[in-house]
């Protein structure tokens, strides 16, 4: 799929947008034991690889990930990381 791009600060924004239902239904993964795919969707690989071995840190990560997931999805969408 190609995404549109933007002019921003006079440059050519590249940066592929991330959709909402997609990202929540990846976190919806882990109910089924499949941790950490929306943070792996999101760009954040290392901290969804951990999450992937750990089943989302126990769990509480992929708790506080629903609440931080307007965050990361609005990070990941303007190239940034937290």
């Avoid at 006079?10 to 929306?38: E, K, Q, S």
């Avoid at 750990?54 to 303007?78: A, H, K, N, P």
């Amino acid at each position: 799929m190609k995404h549109p791009t933007t002019l921003r600060h006079g440059h050519i924004d590249l940066t592929p947008r991330r959709d909402r239902a997609l990202a929540y239904l990846l976190w919806m993964g882990g109910f089924f034991g499949v941790c950490g795919l929306h943070r792996i969707y999101m760009g954040r690989v290392w901290s969804g690889l951990l999450y992937v071995c750990t089943g989302g840190l126990c769990f509480i990560g992929q708790f506080v990930d629903l609440f931080m997931m307007s965050r990361m999805l609005r990070d990941s969408t303007e190239g940034h990381g937290w």
